[in-house]
């Protein structure tokens, strides 16, 4: 910390670098503008200046300032103040945009901090400089000043930026017991950017892994889903396990290589522009050991069982919903059915049901990881699309109607 902390500040003018006003929203401009024209330091901070700086579309803009959340109240009608760890305004323009400004806040220091540092509300406002510091990675903690357009830049972000490096701001085994977050997000920044993690980060979670267990649950879940949405699940997950963070990450999956395959292999289906769900990244998790729990012989409601198994534990640690539980399990018994093949007893009531598509969309990822059941993927495929023609029904023998059994289990796959 200290030998960045003594880092003269570098501010780039306008003249010497690319990001230009032309790349930012136009609602962002305009708060930042309208906080300059009050007197207000008004920076754009945070992931936008980085993606902006490497020619990425930045995922959203956030906005640092000196003004408190009371004035900027003031200042913007279309505002409200939100938080309570950290008081921040969000800008709400027409129904879908909204933008966060946040006031420069510094670490707290010791005496500041009460016994039960949980419900600390973190709301010490600072300086610029303090504010850089308090941020996870260099190449996190850079600004660009709307007054003369220039780039600050306190901690070394740019040259990390160029050399492409993930820093730590500060001692990495403290800042991660300080929220041990942090951790997953350095290897999520290393995988989506594309960066090297610095040489001291690795050790540094090794070290203090265990401390993620102790995380919001709340917080982690969004954060996977995060990892899934910028399409770097599967190789983070990886490292993850590799540095011994995944056991806390994740402690109800006993990842195998080839779950490590199946979720890169959800994370190249997203790249090409499907959507990811939470269901389905639940389904692609879980899918090895529950393929391992079964056999083909197996009668549906043990399958039911075990793929209830292998779900409930996850999703009661994560509070997920059971509709949501509901759908994952689904699509594992789907996928069981699917690979048992064609020809079943009841098979165009099977295939009517509104969860085969997904049940297929997972069955689809295991064929394409491990190469088998090509065939069998093709026919399904064709008959769910209605493409084939119509098999003939097996003929029942000349009696007396057959009358059914009433059904015992609820309406599911079962
Ligand atoms: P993206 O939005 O593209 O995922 P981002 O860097 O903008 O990346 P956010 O989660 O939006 O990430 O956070 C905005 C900024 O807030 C970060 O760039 C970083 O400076 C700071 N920040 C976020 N989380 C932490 C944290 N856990 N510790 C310290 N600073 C953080
Ligand atoms: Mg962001």
Redesign the pocket.
Known sequence: MSELNNLPVRVIPRSEHDLSRQQIDENTLKILYRLHRHGYKAYL????V??LLLGRP???F?IGTDATPEQMYKLFRNSRIVGRRFRLVHVLFGRNECIEVATFRRKPVEEEVPDDERFFCENVFGTPREDAF????TI??LFYDISDFSIIDYTGGLDDLRRGIIRVIGDPAE?FAE?P??ML?AL??SA?LGFELHADIAPAIEQQAPLLAEASSARIREELL?LFR?KVGGKVLQRADKLGLLQYLVPDLQAQRESFDLLRQLDLRTATGIDINEPMVLATMYLTPFRHACSSDMALGEVHKFANRELARHCRRFSIAAGIRHQAREMLITFFRLTRGRGRRGEQRFLRHPCVPAGLALFRLWCECSGEHQELLQSWTDALAGKEEQRPRPQRKPGPPRRRRPRKTPPSLV
């Open positions: 901070v945070g992931g936008g980085r993606d930045p995922k959203d956030d308090r941020r996870d990675f996190n903690a800042r929220d977050v942090r997000r999520e920044f989506r995060e910028h």
